[in-house]
């Protein structure tokens, strides 16, 4: 059974969008994600990024609800 859009699966208390965001050499950047088998690039050393993170606080207990949106 899946979890209703807005509600937390632990207390079932309503969930409202927050932003996770990296801190970065006074830059603030989403979090993004990458495939666990991909390698680094050898020009720029980074991960080729397959999407990004999105999240949702639940105002009852606290949890931080993570997704992964593709881009």
């Known amino acids: 059974m899946k979890p ?3 509600i937390c699966v632990e207390c079932g208390a309503e969930v409202v ?5 990296q801190h970065d050499r ?3 950047s989403p979090l993004n994600y ?12 980074r ?3 397959e999407g990004e993170i999105s999240a949702e606080l639940c105002t009852g ?5 993570l997704r992964a949106k593709p881009f």
């Open 61 to 65: 207990c606290g949890r931080v609800h």
């Open 34 to 45: 990458a495939a666990i088998d991909s390698n680094r690039s050898l020009v720029r050393g």
């Open 17 to 21: 969008p927050i932003r996770v965001v």
């Open 47 to 49: 991960y080729p990024l």
């Open 4 to 6: 209703e859009p807005g």
């Open 26 to 28: 006074g830059a603030h």
